[in-house]
């Protein structure tokens, strides 16, 4: 790669500021692993151990490497490690109190793969008796794991080692995969130590953290093993993320183009052959074999030729060894005799184009800019698509936070005051001195939860101490976003009668609700969201603190189970009742959420002041949060319960006995929702009353 034609360089330069335009940048990557890594991997994991599950999720692949676009349309690869299990490789290792399992790897066994071989769990010598359906003997007696033991799982679909989980409320599809950990490196692996000890990439330090980072097993054996029932897959993810991390920009662009060049030339014709997974191991090992100043902004083309000119060489003869596990040919059998010819005529038409077929990649329009940008003429703001990518990724992580938090809360809706108090409680007080965000995070809304319940416990009591521990928990929640928490607080006060404060506290709210800038995040269900503010967009790019904007610029769902009925006002406490014995049969197992009461904040907070200038007697200021609410439903697009608010508006419309515009409310309610929805019930009531009238 020494000799590099001038035409190389130019369009080198030209195809990294079209990289760059489309948010293949160090900022965008950078934004992509922090929230990824240390707020939704956190999330996920913080929700399991709530729950009880000792189990801990990471997050591996594009979407948190940073190597990926939006018209990439990468799944999220998330690991569940199940902790209560423990794989093995010599006896010494076992762990009384968890499953163990011993790791198997002979000749029979494939590379890359091993057996799992239960062990008892009173001492650390193997199992003689078959426990149940998911174990089998061999013929040397040894009781091994099959692999299938997590097929069945609730709302996932099978796929190799991964379950995508679908249809979940709030959760995009994302790729789920159980695995068991394994805090020794196999031996299979510890052979690519030796081999790049000396290599200048990767480093000494490189090499020695990839050593010690832990392995998971998976379940899936290898297509066509006589032991692929039972084999199990030696995940190195965390190593291979470790030098992900530790790629520079025009590495990461050559990784994005290689898979771009795949889904464009390859893909459509031979789905299964090239995975991304190959491409990016034929990345590493190229990266490998040269200096590490060859990989530069004005060399992109270059190093992308002698990318695709490996693969070629890998596919031609069916051999491309992974990184780590170098007896593991990942192109072992993929290809037919009839499509290995056709891919390499295909990669031949690429290499020997001399950047022509780029012109033809249609992803996220990467060809198109390109022409445009080789012929001057770009006719887009080159920060457009980063402030859109950085806007949809906070949306992304507080839809999520607020799914997290909606599940937990289904979760306690059926426990008693006492009950939901007792575990609330004990929740926050293991985790009140974690400095983990995601901790926070959740926490600050189950404080609000938590103060909530008290208070409702003693509405209407002279019980001052309760009360002001109910004050003390609502103050740790006031912050979880820009309004949710603080409405709690206010309907507290309101249901109490401290009209006063309701209106100090929705006045707050009204400051810092920014309509130009705050966006409503409901990750309750699933439903199709607009795009979100240009402004909201452009501050989620400018910043590094993505913790802080989540807090100032994101407005939540407001919650109430029913242990906090009393703490909700009456028209909002209908919600909980929604839905009728007709409508029971058409709930899933899991739809607790129809038992509560949920609404978005902005409307809530309308409905909340028309309450209060209701009981203060100030008519104009009435009138004008009743257009303020009518208004909101109208054109705010990312409203998730739209029909709740409707139903708030259509009572505050029979308040007014405006019963026409009441009906009216109740009747587009039940439009966009008709089961589960209290509109029936409104409608009734309103008939009954325009009959008796």
Known sequence: MSSIPDYAHNLSLKMSQVMDMIGVNEKIVMKRRRISMLLNESLLTVIHQLCGNDKNVFFFGSTIEGTTTPGLHSDTDSLISLNKFNVIQDRSEWEYGKRNFL???????????????????????????????????DRMGRILLKNTMFTGLHNVVRNGPAHSLQNVPGVRDNDLVPAFPCHVRPVQAGHWLNQHREEHWPTSDMIQYCNNTRCFVVGVGKSGSTNEAFEWRISTSFAERFLMFNLNITQIRCYVLMKMILKTFITQMFPDRISSFMCKTVLIHCISYTRSDTWKENTLFTCLSFCLSTLYSCVQNEYCPHFFITQNNLMSGRFSPESKPLILETLRYVIESNGRALLEIKCDNFGLYLKSSLNSFIQINEHVIPTRIAGLLLGVTALFMNASFIFFLRETNDLSPRLATQKLLTIIANHQNENKKAYRLITRHLCSTLGSILASLIINQQDHLTYKKALSFMSLGLDSDVASGKLKLASMFYCNGDIERTELVLKNIEEFYNLSLVEPMCGCYDFKKARTRESFQRLCYESSEEYTLLKDITASCVCFIRCEINCCPLELQHEMFRSTQEDLAYRSEDDKLMDMAVVDSLPYLYFLQYKTYSRLGRQDDKRKTLSNIARTIDVEPNLGHRETALNLLGQCMEQENNLGNAFKCYARSFQIRGRNNSAKLHICKLLNKLINN
């Open 103 to 137: 790791m198997i790897q002979d000749e029979n066994v494939s590379p890359g793969y091993c057996l799992l071989q239960k062990l008892r769990d009173d001492v650390p010598l193997p199992l003689v008796v078959e426990t149940d359906d998911n174990t089998y003997r």
